[in-house]
């Protein structure tokens, strides 16, 4: 059984630069979520996929956060502009979910993208 | 606010001791709840949920979790610990209402057991 994956596990960059992560979820998995972990912090959510449409967006994620999940799989996390504040671990999760309000699926982790911006 | 918290930041237990890492959450209606392990460069790895039913929740690697309605925690607790189950604790909570699937972490205990 794969889990998740997440590519690159480490990435730096200078302030003002565009980044990208890519994360591929279980097999099977028709949720996706992105949080992003800052050091000493719990995840924060980011935001959440069913199949390919994003169904929730947290308040972190500003205008220059924009993810994607094209085809119901992998799903992708684009920040333009980076800033150092941006700094952090960007970690992606999925699950298998049932319809309905109260599904109980658990999700699965990914290793992480670990973001520095210089 | 919805919101979990984990009072401790660091646990120390000895070898062969028991071990309790405490979680109480502030949601409304009947949450979800879960704990999640984290060893260094690795992500979060699932150890247990509770959804409903009996109040003990048995989970991976020996760890088990107990839900107090009344007192709004979530206690996870193992009865003799191990040196390798020193790693990053994290409780999280699914709330029922208002964006329902999303996780909300408490920041997490470090559990050190010593030898």
């Known amino acids: 059984d794969t889990g998740v994956s997440q590519n690159p596990r480490h990435k730096i960059t200078k302030r003002g630069q565009n980044v990208t992560f890519r994360c591929d979820p279980i097999?099977?998995?028709?949720?996706l979520y992105w949080y992003r972990q800052t050091l000493g912090q719990g995840p924060e959510f980011l935001t959440y996929f069913q199949n390919e449409a994003q169904l929730e967006k947290s308040r972190l994620l500003s205008d220059r956060f924009s993810a994607e999940r094209p085809k119901g799989s992998f799903s992708t996390l684009e920040i333009q502009r980076t800033e150092q504040g941006d700094s952090a671990m960007y970690l992606c999760?999925?699950?298998?979910?049932?319809?309905?309000?109260?599904?109980?699926?658990?999700?699965?982790f990914g290793p992480g993208t670990r973001l520095t911006v210089l | 606010a919805q919101s979990v918290a984990q009072p401790e930041d660091q646990v120390n237990v000895a070898e062969g001791n028991p071990l309790t890492v405490k979680c109480t959450y502030s949601?409304?209606?009947?949450?979800?709840l879960f704990w999640y392990v984290q060893y260094p460069n690795r992500g979060l790895q699932f150890l247990l949920k509770y959804i409903t039913g009996d109040n003990l929740v048995k989970g991976s690697y020996g760890f088990e979790a107990e839900f107090n309605k009344s007192q709004t925690s979530f206690h996870l607790k193992k009865p003799s610990a191990l040196v390798s189950d020193s790693a990053l604790y994290f409780c999280a909570v699914r709330p029922d209402s208002g964006g329902y699937n999303k996780l909300i972490f408490g920041a997490g205990t470090r559990l050190a057991v010593h030898p």
């Open positions: 999760a999925s699950s298998k979910g049932t319809s309905g309000r109260y599904s109980t699926d658990t999700q699965y």
């Open positions: 097999s099977e998995h028709n949720r």
């Open positions: 949601v409304s209606g009947n949450p979800y």
